[in-house]
């Protein structure tokens, strides 16, 4: 459902932080760490990123 990196990246973000400090955190440009969140979001059908997290939580897909 999730890559590996889109799981990684929506788990920081769950974590509260931004796609910045997710960048610094995972060696990618803040571009990159959108990118993967509006993939993780599309992939999980979420309306936006906090939902995409309750989807992720709810169904084991991240670990915050």
Do not use: Y
């Not at 995409?52 to 169904?59: Q, W």
């Amino acid at each position: 459902m999730l890559t590996p990196r889109q799981s990684d990246v929506l788990g920081l973000l769950a974590r509260g932080l931004t796609n910045e400090r997710v960048a610094v955190l995972l060696g990618m440009s803040p571009v990159t760490a959108r990118k993967h969140s509006e993939a993780a979001r599309r992939s999980l059908g979420a309306r936006n990123t906090a939902h995409a997290v309750a989807i992720g939580l709810r169904e084991g897909l991240i670990q915050p």
